[in-house]
């Protein structure tokens, strides 16, 4: 394994930065230890809840959307493990002894109203060699029925009394998942700040319902015909975790946990760049499997050669300086010249109808010398700058070049 992808994320030095998410493929000890096995830098373990709290799933509770014959979104309606807190700490001291070199997270989750619930969960976490625990106020289905999960992230009161009591009791750092199903994420943020959190992971899944099967007439994630709001992840939920990263980051300063979208390795270097600090996957795992991290890493290692860099720290940005307001952008707003490239572009009209229809009417046909035969013209697309201002094309065969 290249040292070029180690990197520190809350005083841990790992490997690389990705991390299995807390979700199915960190749902046992023995998952976890085959994706460290795999290559992952961190796991974070499934959410484990109050020792009392019946856990029983549905069937079918899991769903795809494709497109393009890929994979761009899940929905699932699944809880928190079902499995005892006991049979968890044994499992994790084992993975401890096992694994020293890799980072071991462990998930948490009880009422919002209930603190010694809380302190408890932290208190047995203490005694098992995680590196951090995760507070996980974001699962949208479910769990906020029973006070739980996203619930706890919408109020910040909440979120306030539980950090800082999971603060007070832990004796390593804690992250705050947060959810991204509320009006106003900065305040959750600022809250948990205020609490003592180390860092912030966002987003959870994303409350949706993933499609209608249209001839069956019914949801595509359906148990005996009925559905339930869950929760989405998957690539398309990627602008809203960027967005969410963003804004934490503004609101804290804090490290940032990411994840949300997460398929490919530019999507982990969109994160990064950001103002992330380490990059969690889960919906491409149960996808495709945990080897999926050999992709990410060479990638990785690709981009770092491309951009110069000899380390992944190297790759770290702040971008999330660059997000502002409208009102910000407006008054820094200037035109930019644009052609059409003209070697590219076939003049096949699609985005001359496409502008035209979107309202811009920025674009026309032109003849012009085909150069590939000794006499003849052929048509390429043309701006008419007096409308072009601001307006970029979405066609996408044709590649402007700005001037």
């Known amino acids: 394994m290249s040292q070029r992808l180690h990197t520190e994320f809350l005083g841990v030095e790992v490997e690389n930065p990705w991390c299995v998410a807390s979700a199915p493929p960190a749902a046992t000890g023995k998952l976890m230890a085959d994706a460290f096995d795999a290559g992952w830098g961190a796991a974070i373990m499934k959410t484990v809840g109050p020792v009392e709290e019946p856990i029983i799933n549905v069937a079918p509770r899991i769903q795809t959307m494709k497109k393009w014959n890929r994979e761009i979104a899940m929905q699932n309606i699944e809880l928190i493990t079902d499995r005892r807190l006991s049979v968890w700490l044994d499992e994790l001291k084992t993975l401890r002894k096992r694994y020293p070199q890799k980072m071991i997270i462990g998930s948490i989750m009880a009422p919002g109203h209930d603190m010694d619930a809380w302190a408890q969960l932290i208190e047995a976490m203490n005694g098992v060699g995680c590196d951090a625990v995760e507070l996980n106020l974001g699962c949208p289905h479910g769990m906020p029925e029973r006070d739980m999960g996203a619930v706890c992230s ?12 999971a603060k007070g009791a832990s ?160 008054e820094h707003s200037s035109s930019e010249k644009v052609q059409v490239n003209e070697e590219t572009c076939t003049g096949c009209n699609l985005c001359v109808v496409a502008c035209h229809d979107a309202g811009y009417d920025a674009l026309k046909l032109k003849e012009i010398p085909d150069l590939k035969r000794t006499q003849g013209t052929r048509k390429v697309a043309e701006v008419i700058s007096i409308n072009v201002r601001g307006v970029i094309c979405a066609s996408p065969c044709v590649q402007f070049l700005h001037v």
């Not at 109020?155 to 009591?165: G, R």
Request: charged share 15%.
């Open 154 to 165: 919408q109020d910040a009161e909440i979120v306030y009394n539980i950090v800082s009591t």
């Open 171 to 330: 004796k390593v750092p804690i992250l705050t998942k947060l959810t991204p199903n509320v009006t106003n994420i900065k305040m959750m943020a600022q809250a948990a700040k205020r609490g003592g959190t180390d860092a912030i992971t966002v987003i959870n899944t994303v409350n949706g319902i993933i499609g209608v099967d249209i001839y069956k007439r019914k949801p595509h994630l359906s148990v005996n015909g009925y559905t339930a709001i869950g929760g989405i992840s998957g690539n398309a939920v990627k602008p809203m975790g960027l967005k969410c990263v963003a804004e934490c980051k503004q609101a804290t300063g804090l490290p940032i946990s990411a994840t949300g979208g997460i398929t490919t390795w530019s999507d982990g270097v969109e994160y990064l760049l950001m103002g992330a600090g380490q990059l969690q996957v889960c919906t491409e795992i149960m996808i495709r499997g945990f080897k999926i991290v050999a992709g990410l890493n060479k990638g990785l290692e690709s981009y770092l050669d491309q951009m110069g860099y000899q380390t992944i720290d190297q790759a770290k940005g702040e971008l999330y300086k660059n997000v502002t307001t409208f009102e910000y952008l407006l």
